[in-house]
């Protein structure tokens, strides 16, 4: 495994946002969670918002960001895996 591993939503011929794989596993899960618990509280707020009085800019704001969150989530997750393997 390559010690800097690109993640999933980066530019397409840019590698910007990595994820270090040999910081500590309780790094990498502290990462993840906090991601994750952003995506959700994102989620949380969008199920709360009203179709009459949300601009629809908001709603494709909110959406936008609980994906990116959650991918990069995801992704550190996949190096626990990884290391785990």
Do not use: W
């Amino acid at each position: 495994m390559s010690h800097f591993l690109p993640q999933t939503d980066n530019p397409a011929d840019s590698n910007v946002l990595l994820i270090d794989t040999r910081a500590p596993l309780h790094a990498l899960l502290a990462c993840a969670e906090q991601r994750i618990q952003a995506a959700k509280n994102l989620l949380r707020c969008l199920s709360h918002m009203n179709a009459y009085s949300s601009d629809p800019h908001d709603l494709s704001a909110v959406c936008e960001a609980s994906s990116l969150l959650l991918q990069e989530g995801c992704d550190v997750l996949g190096v626990l895996v990884m290391r785990e393997m």
